[in-house]
């Protein structure tokens, strides 16, 4: 064989590169525009599998109708799997392929929104450069809900880190994204450039308020009137995002191959995406509105639906699904009993706590979740929806209990949901498998979990999660009795039990 081309064991591949998107397989979509004549406009800091199938996709299609290719996007990134990344798709001409999974019908096509890639180094200075052009116009990124060194108590900026530390120290090497966006604006501002909008992609609430606080918050440690200057000139839009979108191992690098491609980063994802953001961005914007995204000033409402239904509702079949053995979360919607106790919760618990969305049927977006959540090609893990959930939980189930207590409703179905993710992280399913740490707080959670076997409290005296709520005696009671329940009868009686009781 020759160039791009070459065998394996599922038959002949391409790498996708510019010297290869004519012969790519007729089954492969390449990008419908001439990507030489993209320019950079946009510097992207943290290019994982969600944001190469959502804000790339969205870019590529815009760029398709010939529109906004003046906001090609740059790569970059701070940590470690961002180098990785680099590495990956580096031989393709900073390419990858977005594989759609559509029951019944996958579709391939190769996404060219992005023209470089700044290498991901000690100090970031390569980075602070690339941000400091004045062709760049927007910041994004996609960094993690738990990236944003925010107080668990309070939801708000918390230097209280090394690394802030650190960029406080040396504000010129900076080792946080956010130290390093500061950076940038601090560079722009001697220089007389308009500040970029830094535009948080992160499945976070208020997620422009929460970055605005993480760069105001870091550039105060230094340099307070960088950081007051910031506050009053650089905008921060809110933006909800969603598009569900599995991590990429050996079965997804094996489904690029069977549509002829040999690519060492590609990504699968369901067929649905959603943008909505608020349209604050002084210094321009890409026209995407032209390719579904919504622009609204109520940016609130749509991300409390996603947050409250959807991400609660992964949260609502990841622990049962995990304490059951389940791998696959369509296996787990498979299962009757999850899907009925996942239907229950939010039908009784969550759809009436959340507020009514412009143009949106709450019972409809309800039905969408099921659906999209029992997708059988979408092969994500019950594994990566259980992750993190010391960061997950206090953002996407404890507000919803909260504001049912404040209604005077109480949640028996989401206080049981925490006595399951308590039994989870006792680190054992209940089929007596050892459950491998699943949470950058393991060995702390799997300590408490122990010891709450025999003393519920134990688990709600974790601050970063329940806060006030463990002072509620009603609800410290509730967990008890659902905890003691769990242990003693397992999960699926007393899930039966909470299904059947307002049947």
């Known amino acids: ?18 010297a290869t998107l004519k012969d790519l397989p007729a089954t492969v979509a390449a990008p419908g525009y001439d990507r030489s004549r993209l320019k950079p406009g946009i510097v992207h800091i943290g290019c994982g ?25 740059v790569g970059a990134g701070v940590r470690a799997g961002d180098a990785k990344m680099r590495d990956a798709i580096a031989a393709q001409d900073w390419m990858s392929s977005v594989i759609e999974l559509s029951p019944g019908n996958l579709s391939a096509r190769v996404i060219g929104a992005m023209v470089d890639f700044v290498p991901v180094e000690e100090g970031n200075g390569s980075l602070i450069n690339a941000m400091s052009d004045p062709a760049i116009r927007i910041v994004s990124l996609t960094v993690t809900e738990g990236g944003y060194f925010t107080d668990p108590d309070t939801g708000t900026f918390s230097p209280d880190h090394d690394d802030i530390r650190h960029d406080a120290r040396h504000p010129d090497a900076p080792r946080t994204v956010f130290g390093a966006i500061a950076r940038a604006l601090a560079n722009r501002r001697k ?62 690098l094996a489904l690029a191959k069977t549509f002829g491609l040999d690519d060492a980063a590609p990504v699968t994802c369901e067929p649905f995406r959603q943008w909505v ?41 990841a622990y049962p699904g995990g304490l059951a053995g389940i791998e696959l979360v369509g296996e787990a919607m498979a299962d009757n009993q999850i899907r009925a106790f996942l239907d229950a919760i939010l039908t009784r618990e969550v759809l009436p706590i959340v507020p009514p969305v412009p143009g949106m049927d709450l019972g409809d977006y309800k039905r969408l979740i099921i659906e999209r959540f029992s997708n059988p090609e979408v092969a994500d893990t019950v594994r990566r929806l259980c992750l993190d959930g010391s960061n997950r939980q206090p953002k996407f189930i404890i507000p919803t209990i909260r504001d049912a207590y404040a209604k005077g409703t109480p949640s028996d179905g989401l206080v049981l949901l925490s006595a399951l993710w308590c039994r989870y992280c006792y680190g054992e399913d209940e089929q007596g498998n050892a459950i491998a740490p699943n949470d950058p707080n393991w060995d702390m959670l799997t ?25 509620n005696a009603d609800f410290a009671a509730r967990f008890a009795v659902a905890l003691g329940d769990v242990w003693a009868r397992g999960s699926r009686a007393v899930m039966a039990d909470y299904i059947a009781a307002k049947a």
């Open 1 to 18: 064989m020759f160039g791009a081309w070459q065998e394996d064991k599922e038959g002949v591949t391409m790498k996708p590169t510019n």
């Open 49 to 73: 599998n969600f944001h190469r199938a959502h804000m790339a996709v969205y870019l590529d299609d815009l760029f398709a109708l010939g529109q906004s290719q003046d906001w090609a996007i």
């Open 191 to 252: 220089a007389g450039v308009a500040p970029f909008t830094v535009m948080c992609c992160d499945n976070l609430p208020h997620n422009g308020h929460v970055t605005h606080d993480a760069v105001v918050g870091v550039a105060r440690q230094s340099d307070p009137e960088l950081a007051d200057w910031i506050a009053a000139n650089v905008s921060f839009p809110n933006a909800m995002v969603d598009r569900i979108t599995p991590a990429t191992g050996p079965r997804e």
């Open 277 to 317: 953001m608020e349209d604050r961005f002084p210094t321009g914007r890409p026209a995407l509105e032209k390719v579904g995204v919504t622009f609204t000033d109520r940016v609130d409402l749509f991300e409390t639906m996603k947050i409250r239904i959807l991400n609660g509702g992964h949260a609502i079949i």
């Open 447 to 471: 300590e408490r979990a122990k010891a709450a076997k025999d003393d519920p409290s134990e688990w709600l005296a974790i601050s970063t999660v329940y806060g006030d709520l463990a002072g």
